[in-house]
């Protein structure tokens, strides 16, 4: 066999990232502790994790004796602490914010603590690879872990794009994918989840009117695998999404109609609205909200509602390129007491991107329902669920315009708004203006999922 160069080995496995701990126990002659990268998980039953001492180690001895130890994961911020606890000679636990646990010590900030009990050890060329059996464990869930690549410490977000789609695959990326995970509703720029704690409170403010319309009109605008359900009654809203966390503090208008329908994919049927086309007036919520949830957004702004609670009117309108091509006026409100958010039924959208290519030659790359609704198999997220807090609601009658549009105005979307202006409005049935408070986080989106179609939608033709 040929021999193998040992730092040229070590060079060579440094391009493999990994994220480091700290392994300390209370040993008969004090506390001891390591750093240490050679950490994984070895089983789930019998819960076992592996870590790797050199038989030059003069503190795996000490954890040997105490059959017990404390495994703190370290966080981003914790590269000092990895290289104190590597110093020889040096009291590694010096400034430390270390804490007791029934194991061991544990490093304060560490993003998560695996208890565990030494379970057995393997001979393996110049290391011992211990095995402990995990009896307990924790994580801080907004720690985002320390990483140690090419002989460097880093963050997720350092390393390279092509390690981090490999070593991260639920973490979330767009376009342009260079610069490392994409910050946004659903999760930070260091690719992990916002906590609840983080989100804190967004406030809405819309407006919604209701008209039946013709089954005849509506049905032109669904794609395969809809029907119509109940009444052709069309809900239109239009509002504001305020002191979002994701924008640190700042919101964006909203306008979307809805559609009462029943789908029918491979294995499940969903009796939702579905929402056809939806605008909001910040370009960073249409892109994740297109690429990451299957939303149909398009761009447009938005003048702030005109709200006159004194003489129960509300008005407001969207518009694009100069041209306003929607408006709504409410009136005669009066105030609900006691007024509580309507459960609702679950959106459902379908997402549909063209493939690259001459004229889209070849259908579409996706092409698929999605919805935030709840699966037989636990996914997703059930519709009225979220709760509000603060929610107050008027009620009165109102009136809505789509404002056919030429070319000339609207040059990539006059289709769209001129579809929806060719719709008849029967009746109206009502309309109503509501303020609420809401936890941050039920503005993600993150429960939406795919719903498998019954048939393979990318060559259709809609």
């Not at 503090?249 to 109609?257: A, E, F, I, K, N």
Request: net charge negative; with cysteine; charged share 20%.
């Amino acid at each position: 066999m040929n021999s193998v160069d040992a730092a040229h080995f070590r060079s060579v496995l440094s391009s493999y990232p990994t994220g480091v701990v700290v392994v300390c126990a209370d040993s008969p002659r004090g506390p001891v502790g390591m750093s240490c990268n050679s950490f994984t998980a070895v089983s789930l039953s019998p819960p076992l994790i592996a870590v790797c001492a050199a038989d030059t180690s003069t503190t795996w001895p000490g954890i040997r004796e105490a059959g017990r130890f404390c495994v703190s994961v370290l966080a981003s911020d914790s590269a000092e602490i990895c290289a104190q606890f590597a110093r020889k000679g040096a009291d590694r636990f010096a400034g430390v914010d270390v804490r007791p646990r029934s194991h061991g010590p544990a490093i304060g900030n560490a993003a998560a603590w695996l208890d565990c009990e030494l379970y057995d050890e393997i001979r393996a060329g110049d290391h011992t690879i211990a095995l402990g059996r995990v009896v307990a464990l924790e994580r801080r869930e907004e720690a985002a872990p320390l990483v140690f690549w090419a002989s460097k410490y880093g963050t997720v977000a350092s390393l390279p794009v092509e390690e981090l789609m490999m070593t991260t695959p639920s973490t979330r990326y767009r376009m342009p994918v260079g610069f490392g995970p994409a910050p946004g509703p659903r999760q930070k720029a260091d690719g992990t989840e916002w906590t609840a704690e983080q989100t804190g409170t967004m406030r809405q403010e819309f407006v919604t009117l209701d008209f039946l319309g013709r089954a005849e009109q509506l049905e032109r605008l669904l794609p395969p695998g809809f029907r119509l359900r109940g009444e052709p009654v069309v809900s239109v809203q239009l509002g504001f999404f305020r002191d979002l966390y994701w924008l640190a503090g700042r919101g964006y208008g909203v306008l979307h109609p809805l559609i009462p329908v029943t789908y029918e994919g491979r294995t499940e049927t969903i009796e939702g609205n579905y929402m056809p086309v939806i605008w909001e007036g910040l370009a960073d919520a249409v892109v994740t909200g297109r690429d990451e949830l299957g939303f149909p957004k398009l761009a447009a702004d938005f003048a702030d509602l005109d709200v006159d609670l004194e003489h129960g009117s509300v008005t407001g309108t969207a518009s694009w390129l100069g041209f306003e091509f929607f408006s709504a006026a409410l009136a005669g409100l009066t105030e609900v007491r006691d007024a509580r958010p309507p459960a609702g039924a679950p959106m459902i959208t379908f997402k549909y991107v063209p493939r690259t290519g001459r004229h889209g030659a070849g259908g579409a790359d996706i092409a698929h329902v999605t919805t935030g609704a709840a699966a037989a198999n636990g996914g997703g997220q059930a519709a009225g669920k979220n709760p509000a807090g603060g929610y107050r609601r008027w009620e009165g009658a109102g009136e809505l315009t789509w404002h056919h549009a030429k070319f000339e105005q609207l040059p990539t979307t006059f289709h769209v708004v001129n579809g929806l202006a060719d719709l008849d409005v029967v009746e109206y049935r009502g309309a109503a203006y509501f303020q609420a408070a809401l936890p941050g986080h039920v503005i993600s989106g993150d429960g939406q999922r795919i719903v498998e179609p019954a048939e393979d939608l990318r060559h259709a033709a809609f």
